[in-house]
Each structure stands twice: as C-alpha cells, then as structure tokens.
C-alpha cells in the first residue's frame, strides 16, 4: 500500500504542477494579448494625432496665406485715401470731438462718458482722411480675426467637434 500510495502522491503532484504551469502559461497568454491590444490601441491614438497634427498645419498655412491677402487689400485701400479722399475733402469736413470720441470707444469697447458735455460743438483736429485710414484699418483687422475664427472653426469641425452658436456655416 505503500507503494500505491507513493504512486498516488506522485500523480497527484504531477496534475497539481500541470495545472499550475497551465494556469501560469494562460496568464502569460492573457497578459500578450492585453499588451497588443493596448499597443493597437496606442497606435491609433498616435495616428489620429499625426492626421490632426498634420491638418493643422494646412489650416495654418492656409490661415496664414488668407490673412496675409486680407493685409495687402487692407494696405492697398489705405494707399488709394488720398485719390478718395483728397486735401479739399480735409478742407471741406470738420471732423466733430463727439465723433472721434464715438469711433474711440466702439473701437476699445468702452462706454462714453456721460459728463463729457456738448462734445460735437468743437473740431477734433483730425482729418476726415484720417479717419478713412483708420477705419479702414479697423475693418481690415475685423476680416482677419473673422478669418482666423473661421479657420479655428473649421479646424475644430475637421476632429470632429459639434460647434454650437456664433457660427456662420452649417
């Protein structure tokens, strides 16, 4: 009996060693296919950063390029004042201190002060020319911020976001 004891133990210690490097072999197993799929994982991750990195640099460019144009329009228009606006034009039209105040505080966004008084009586020394400049300059600053949102919006819309208000396409 001894024997058949001996002999019992020793296929009981060999199934019990079997079914632990099985059991060891099936972790290792699952911990491969946990380290590829997280890899895959990874890799997709760092291919859409690569396609939006990449289209980044498109709308830059592209940004970059239409703000450089709106420049040169706005820089060509206040070139042409003079022929729009000649010295008899100066002459002939007194720019008003209520109107330069005006323009100043819708530019900066400020309130008017109230106790300032009968501002429109005076002449502000300004010339009508240089108010054409700087409104032209104004709006010429306005189209490139529009355009830089719009590029912004568009860049956003290629990842994928959903922009909700203030946007002017669908």
């Not at 040169?72 to 109107?99: H, L, M, W």
């Not at 501002?119 to 300059?137: F, I, M, R, W, Y």
């Amino acid at each position: 009996m001894n024997r058949a004891l001996a002999i019992a133990l020793v296929a009981v210690l060999l199934l019990a060693s079997a079914a632990g490097g099985g059991a060891w072999l099936t972790s290792r197993y699952r911990a491969a296919q946990q380290r590829a799929t997280d890899a895959v994982e990874t890799a997709a991750s760092l291919r859409s950063q690569l396609d939006s990195t990449e289209a980044g640099v498109v709308a830059v460019t592209r940004y970059v390029d239409r703000v450089r144009t709106i420049q040169v329009k706005g820089n060509t228009i206040i070139k042409e004042i003079s022929r729009y606006v000649p010295a008899q034009a100066d002459a002939a039209c007194t720019v008003p201190v209520g109107f330069v105040r005006l323009h100043d505080a819708a530019a900066t966004g400020a309130m008017l002060d109230p106790g300032a008084g009968d501002a429109d009586a005076s002449p502000s020394g300004v010339a009508l020319s240089t108010v054409a400049g700087t409104v032209t300059g104004n709006y010429t600053t306005g189209h490139a911020n529009a355009e830089q949102l719009s590029e912004l919006q568009q860049l956003l819309r290629d990842q994928g976001v959903t922009i909700v208000g203030g946007d002017s396409q669908p």
